[in-house]
């Protein structure tokens, strides 16, 4: 008498058939193989004890808690890579199998995404940096617009020293920026960056240029000339040393806190992908364009500093 098949246990993780997988469709190699066996089995035993529940409750917070699990061990970062390769690679079986739907892992794989892991700072050090600056002052206001910014929208800092009046809608809280490759894409603002913005654009900016009017830029310098990426690179380095923080903090820093905060917040992948502008290939293949309505509601449920709610 045959025995009835086992059900599928939501809070296994199935490295038999991936394995089974990894020979059969992908011919893979004893020792690739190998390889992959232990990789996984690795993040099944933490997972187990750090994450445990269905496999589509794992998330990027839960990821990111295990890539600190494999800094501490010691790994250079060669292994980590290697060991985040494996995993995408099971994520992808996962969604193959009808287990999960997206491969959350993807975004730890992007080499230039992992070399900045260490460095994402958490929301209460972001809400330190962002009150850092002084807006009793001229320059403190210019600062604080430029740091909600950066974080607001996740750009990159060539991204934000090039925003001009124009683009800014501040009625309704995006900005349109030009990217790499002068792709150019709109992001939501948030309720506490539009409100910098607007005291900064009618309290000093006027005021900062008025010997160089031809300036088209949105952030200045003290000579009233457009703020350069070097220049806003300063800015953060002077609040972050105010507060503390390491020397590694960069407005990349605040890129990637945006998107690492807008994951563990319960963000799409695929839109945040979308807001931080990513134009390879291989990035945009997993995610589809999303309507501007539809990001400023994202952006509003899911960013910290999104709605007025937010401490001051």
């Not at 940096?129 to 617009?145: H, I, K, V």
Request: charge should be positive; aromatic fraction near 6%.
């Amino acid at each position: 008498m045959l025995k009835p098949r086992p059900r599928f246990d939501p809070d296994r993780d199935p490295l038999g058939p991936f394995l089974h997988y990894l020979m059969s469709e992908c011919g893979m190699s004893p020792h690739t193989l190998a390889a992959y066996r232990a990789d996984t089995a690795g993040f099944i035993r933490w997972r187990k004890e750090h994450a445990p529940g269905p496999l589509a409750k794992v998330d990027i917070a839960t990821l990111t808690g295990y890539v600190d699990h494999l800094a501490r061990s010691g790994l250079a970062p060669s292994s980590i890579g290697r060991h985040l390769a494996s995993l995408s690679t099971f994520f992808r079986f996962l969604i193959f199998d009808g287990k999960l739907t997206e491969n959350v892992a993807k975004l730890l794989i992007a080499p230039a995404v992992w070399d900045r892991l260490p460095n994402v700072l958490g929301p209460a050090a972001v809400e330190k940096l962002l009150e850092s600056p002084d807006t009793s002052t001229r320059l403190g206001r210019r600062d604080r617009a430029a740091l909600e910014t950066l974080y607001a929208t996740g750009c990159r800092a060539s991204e934000v020293v090039g925003l001009r009046p124009r683009d800014l809608d501040l009625r309704r809280g995006t900005a349109r920026c030009v990217g790499k490759g002068d792709k150019e894409r709109f992001v939501p603002l948030g309720t506490r960056a539009r409100e910098a913005i607007e005291v900064y654009l009618a309290t000093d900016r006027p005021e900062m240029v008025a010997r160089h009017p031809e300036t088209e830029v949105v952030f200045v310098g003290r000579s009233g000339k457009a703020m350069s990426r070097i220049g806003l690179w300063r800015v953060v380095k002077q609040h972050a040393r105010a507060e503390g923080m390491s020397e590694n903090v960069s407005p990349h820093t605040l890129r990637h806190s945006f998107a690492t905060h807008m994951l563990a917040g319960g963000a799409d992948l695929r839109v945040v992908q979308e807001m931080l502008g990513h134009v390879s290939i291989a990035t945009t293949q997993i995610y589809t364009r999303v309507e501007l309505s539809r990001l400023r509601e994202v952006h509003a449920r899911f960013h910290p500093r999104g709605t007025g709610n937010a401490a001051s």
